[in-house]
């Protein structure tokens, strides 16, 4: 049946930029009145919630216990989410976030994404670091109290092939020794893994568990939990 003329058409994704870079393809696109990241054709995500992405800081945090001027890594800048959640926070005493993306950095320094986190940015306890992160667990010396992953679907959906790395038992030693005695890793994830909580055990990680974060639809988010042993 044909559409009346005077009916609304729904709008479609509108591509604002697209860059090829080592790792493939990334776009941003505004649907609507959302700004969505697309990484080699996958969704990652959008600016329409935001709440499992605040609950990875938080969570980390609790998990503290206390812990006065705590500092924390932040694995990927995606939308901004959980920078901007870290930054409202006056308990954080530095914020360093790993960005792989050039062109996610330039979204949010100078583009449509600044709008979400230009504050943030500003904020001179944030640090934004052009890196791989895989790479940056490996190489880096520095420690934090607090290391919040959220580079990929989760540690079986990964982005690309080589941040499956991150996941494996070598990747989360050296995720380990990011961590100063008693810290805590916190990994988004879009689906509970069971195997994970044991890599992570395996790994030398102690008090495991994962908590669920309700969505609007669908199955819920989780955070995964871990400590490093003192």
């Known amino acids: 049946m044909p559409t009346p003329y005077n009916t609304p058409v729904p709008e479609g994704p509108v591509v604002l930029d697209r860059r090829d870079g080592p ?16 990484a080699n054709g996958c969704f990652l995500m959008d600016t329409s919630d935001g709440r499992s ?15 006065s001027s705590p500092t924390v890594l932040i694995g ?10 870290a930054a409202q926070n006056p308990r954080w005493k530095r914020i360093v976030v790993v960005e792989r993306e050039d062109a996610v950095i330039d979204w949010h320094r100078s583009g449509p994404l600044s709008e979400l986190s230009a504050e943030a940015l500003a904020d001179p306890r944030t640090e934004i670091v052009a890196a791989d992160l895989v790479s940056y667990v490996r190489e880096s010396e520095v420690t934090y109290d607090a290391l919040c992953l959220d580079i990929d679907n989760g540690p079986g959906w990964t982005v690309t092939d080589d941040n499956e790395g991150l996941y494996s038992p070598a990747g989360l030693a050296a995720c380990r020794e990011r961590l100063t005695p008693g810290g805590v890793l916190a990994v988004w994830s879009a689906q509970p893994s ?4 044991q890599t992570l055990r395996n790994a030398g990680f102690k008090g495991v568990r994962t908590e669920e974060v309700p969505v609007a639809r669908g199955v819920p988010d989780v955070v995964h939990v871990a400590t490093r042993a003192e």
């Open 194 to 197: 069971p195997r994970f909580e």
């Open 53 to 67: 992405e605040r609950r990875l800081v938080d969570a980390a945090l609790d998990a503290l216990d206390g812990r």
């Open 76 to 85: 990927g800048l995606g939308v901004g989410f959980s920078l901007v959640h």
């Open 23 to 38: 790792h493939g393809e990334v776009a941003l696109r505004r649907h609507g009145g959302l700004l969505q990241i697309i």
